[in-house]
Each structure stands twice: as C-alpha cells, then as structure tokens.
C-alpha cells in the first residue's frame, strides 16, 4: 500500500515504548490517526478549511508529538509564511511527515530546521487540549487492536548473563488478527505484569 506522507517509503522505525508495542511502524499509527483526525483537533485558525478530504490540515504539532511519545525521536519545524512552524519527526536519521499531504504538491525542505519542543507549543492551552484528545484517543483505539503472543524466547546474553543494570528481555512473536506477524523485543517485567504468556491474546 502506498501512502501519501513524507518519508513513508522508508517509515520503518519500531516503537520505542512498551506501551505502544502494538504500533509497527508510522505507516501503522498513520493508519489509525486517520479515524480520528477532524475538526476538533484541527487548529483553530483552520477549522473553517478542514474536510474530509484533508483530514491532515492543521494537525502537525499534536501529532508530531504523539509520534514522539510511540517512537521517540525529536520534532522539528518548517517556517510557515504567518510565522508559525509545521512540524515533522526524525527519529535517528529516518524522517517522516504524518501530516504532509496537507500541502499537496507543494515541496517542504525538512533540512536544517529549529527543533519544536512540546513546552512551548502546549503552552498554549487549546493546543494542549487537542493533543491530549487525539491522544486518549489513539490509546482507545489502539486498546482495540488484538494480539497474541504467539511465541517467546528469552533474549540470548551468553555465558556472561544480563548486563548489571539491565532489564531482562524476551523476543516475542506478536500475531496481529489480520494474520500478520512481527517479532518485539519486550521485558521480562512487561510481560508478567500484563500476564503475557505464550498463547496470551492482548
């Protein structure tokens, strides 16, 4: 499937978190963000232009920072004429846009451009508010999606064992209800508090 936002060819970082480990990839999250983009959490100086058919137009900051919380990473921002910022993610070298389409042909430089930090654009309220709605609602809808633990293995430390200081891991094999499959690095920890076991649907 081909998508339409900057950077997706090679959009394959995996989630940083373990609460986000269901999250493949930013193609993923894309997928799942355009159930719930809309009028609301577009920003207020563009509510009037938002439709269905752009349903990216003025949600880069909002979600540009969630991105930053599956994937980690650092926001950066394209100087927009009315000197405001669209921001985009770079997670170690791979750069994508979630909200790119919103330009339509126009052609962004995503070089050497000021890092966004969440302090100053949450500093305003009602971006705050939006971020956190579109937030809540991806956990929603991510609580949704169904998994099972279809293998584990305990990760491989040779005869030298866990490194002080170390978490425990384990390679799981995580099959989606689509039929896809994909391994994940999880913790020991992570998987007994959540009472994951081979088998284990969640």
Not at 19 to 33: A, E, H, Q, V
Not at 35 to 52: F, G, V
Request: hydrophobic residues 30%; contains cysteine; aromatic residues 14%.
């Amino acid at each position: 499937m081909n998508y339409r936002f900057y950077g997706w060819e090679n959009a394959d970082v995996p989630a940083s978190s373990e609460k986000y480990i269901k999250i493949s990839d930013p193609k993923m999250m894309y997928d799942i963000l355009d159930q719930i983009w809309c009028e609301y959490t577009c920003a207020p100086r563009m509510r009037m232009l938002w439709a269905d058919d752009n349903k990216t137009l003025g949600q880069c900051s909002i979600t540009a920072f969630l991105a930053q919380d599956v994937f980690g990473g650092k926001v950066y921002g394209i100087l927009r004429s009315g000197g405001n910022y669209h921001c985009y993610n770079d997670v170690g070298g791979c750069v994508f846009d979630l909200t790119s389409e919103q330009f339509g042909d126009e052609v962004l430089s995503y070089e050497n451009n000021p890092e966004q930090f969440r302090e100053v654009h949450f500093a305003k309220e009602e971006k705050k508010e939006r971020y956190e709605y579109l937030k809540n609602e991806f956990d929603r809808k991510l609580s949704e999606i169904r998994c099972t633990a279809v293998t584990i293995y305990d990760d491989d430390y040779g005869c030298e064992g866990v490194p002080e200081g170390s978490e425990p891991m384990c390679r799981v094999l995580i099959r989606y209800e689509n039929g896809a499959e994909r391994w994940v690095k999880l913790s020991d920890r992570y998987l007994r508090e959540n009472g994951i076991d081979e088998g284990s649907v969640f």
